[in-house]
T-cell receptor, first 110, second 112 residues
Framework: DAKTTQPNSMESNEEEPVHLPCNHS???????IHWYRQLPSQGPEYVIH???SNVNNRMASLAIAEDRKSSTLILHRATLRDAAVYYC???????????FGAGTRLTVKP | DTAVSQTPKYLVTQMGNDKSIKCEQN?????MYWYKQDSKKFLKIMFS???????INETVPNRFSPKSPDKAHLNLHINSLELGDSAVYFC???????????FGPGTRLLVL
């Protein structure tokens, strides 16, 4: 399975942008890059996903490197509600399987 | 409306007992999953069901058995509970293929 590497933890100030990095140097051509987050005492929730082009939605933006070996999840204005563990996951296009790593624990300071 | 629901939310039981956790989704999805999140917070897939057929069966003890009475339900039955089974169990569902997975709120199982 293609693996991802993320920092264990990051800190941000409220209302500032946050850039969460993910390395996936062994990504294959059919792997989508998915991001999920898990708020305290809740189940994971979908944030965003992409294949090659940068993606935006109401929650975040996903910037994908040209060689696809890394990506960055961007929260444009962090709120206290964004404090969570963020998981970067590779999923093959024909595969339901989703393998979670350790993720990045994001702390947002008021 | 709750998309993916699980019952019970908390389950405290003795070693050796048999217990079930129920999961229901009202999203019309074809695929449902069970995940286990241990005390170190690692989230691991246990089972995946697509149209009532098992398609992923990770290396879990055969004391764990998923049962899907219909497309909207995937229950998890656990026989002879052990201390190491204490964890949070999450149910999820998704459309067929690599679609977004929607997770339930989790069932916190504590085996004494």
């Amino acid at each position: 399975d293609a693996k991802t590497t993320q920092p264990n933890s990051m800190e941000s100030n409220e209302e500032e942008p946050v850039h969460l990095p993910c390395n996936h140097s062994t990504i294959s051509g059919t792997d989508y890059i998915h991001w999920y987050r898990q708020l305290p005492s809740q189940g994971p929730e979908y944030v965003i996903h992409g294949l090659t082009s940068n993606v935006n939605n109401r929650m975040a933006s996903l910037a994908i490197a040209e060689d696809r070996k890394s990506s960055t999840l961007i929260l444009h204005r962090a709120t206290l509600r964004d404090a969570a563990v963020y998981y970067c996951i590779l999923r093959d296009v024909g595969n339901n399987d989703m393998r979670f790593g350790a993720g990045t624990r994001l702390t947002v300071k008021p | 409306d709750t998309a993916v629901s699980q019952t019970p939310k908390y389950l405290v039981t003795q070693m050796g007992n048999d217990k079930s956790i129920k999961c229901e989704q009202n999203l019309g999805h074809d695929t449902m999953y069970w995940y286990k999140q241990d005390s170190k917070k690692f989230l691991k897939i246990m089972f995946s069901y697509n149209n009532k057929e098992l398609i992923i069966n990770e290396t879990v003890p055969n004391r764990f058995s998923p049962k899907s009475p219909d497309k909207a339900h995937l229950n998890l039955h656990i026989n002879s509970l052990e201390l190491g089974d204490s964890a949070v169990y999450f149910c999820a569902s998704s459309p067929s293929g690599p679609g977004t997975q929607y997770f339930g709120p989790g069932t916190r199982l504590l085996v004494l």
